[in-house]
T-cell receptor
Framework: GDSVTQMEGPVTLSEEAFLTINCTYTATGYPSLFWYVQYPGEGLQLLLKATKADDKGSNKGFEATYRKETTSFHLEKGSVQVSDSAVYFCALSKDQAGTALIFGKGTTLSVSS | DTAVSQTPKYLVTQMGNDKSIKCEQNLGHDTMYWYKQDSKKFLKIMFSYNNKELIINETVPNRFSPKSPDKAHLNLHINSLELGDSAVYFC???????????FGPGTRLLVL
């Protein structure tokens, strides 16, 4: 079945460090890919998305490129801030009505000053 | 003007009780979902409704029953609560053309 695998956390970085969180997927067809972020005690917020191969999603300094050849959607940010500390979820969605998001297990990021 | 809202935000109750969680969206979306997030933060779909019709009904105990009175609302009723039901329950909605789902703030359920 379809699945998403993302790197285990926690990831601990100093402020202004470069961030990469790896995400790979297994799916038939052409899923859409997403990164969601969950700040402590809050719900999930859409961070960015890409709907077809080679698309790049970007938001708030975060970027991810849909790579069909490597079935990957790695999240990157050039310079993290303390306020980026959160849990990051990679997810995919197929193109059927009411289709569910399939999530990775989440990666906890902790940024210290 | 909250896009997807849930009530209550916190719910503490005893084993064996029956409880409901309400969800409303004001985005005009035609599909709504319930997800469960366990203690390890893992998110899993429970149900989805498209135009008030049940689309996804994952393997959840039949103590859980979703109800969609209209396209803007999807409620979750849980009978005979068990300790293992303790989790965070998220409601979400989407307009299928975009496939992007927007989540509510979550309901933190603790069963004692």
């Amino acid at each position: 079945g379809d699945s998403v695998t993302q790197m285990e956390g926690p990831v601990t970085l100093s402020e202004e460090a470069f961030l990469t969180i790896n995400c790979t997927y297994t799916a038939t067809g052409y899923p859409s890919l997403f990164w969601y972020v969950q700040y402590p005690g809050e719900g999930l917020q859409l961070l960015l998305k890409a709907t077809k191969a080679d698309d790049k999603g970007s938001n708030k300094g975060f970027e991810a490129t849909y790579r069909k050849e490597t079935t990957s959607f790695h999240l990157e940010k050039g310079s993290v801030q303390v306020s980026d500390s959160a849990v990051y979820f990679c997810a995919l969605s197929k193109d059927q009505a009411g289709t569910a998001l399939i999530f990775g297990k989440g990666t906890t990021l902790s940024v210290s000053s | 003007d909250t896009a997807v809202s849930q009530t209550p935000k916190y719910l503490v109750t005893q084993m064996g009780n029956d409880k409901s969680i309400k969800c409303e969206q004001n985005l005009g979306h035609d599909t709504m979902y319930w997800y469960k997030q366990d203690s390890k933060k893992f998110l899993k779909i429970m149900f989805s409704y498209n135009n008030k019709e049940l689309i996804i009904n994952e393997t959840v105990p039949n103590r859980f029953s979703p109800k969609s009175p209209d396209k803007a609302h999807l409620n979750l009723h849980i009978n005979s609560l068990e300790l293992g039901d303790s989790a965070v329950y998220f409601c979400a909605s989407s307009q299928d053309a975009s496939r992007t789902q927007y989540f509510g703030p979550g309901t933190r359920l603790l069963v004692l």
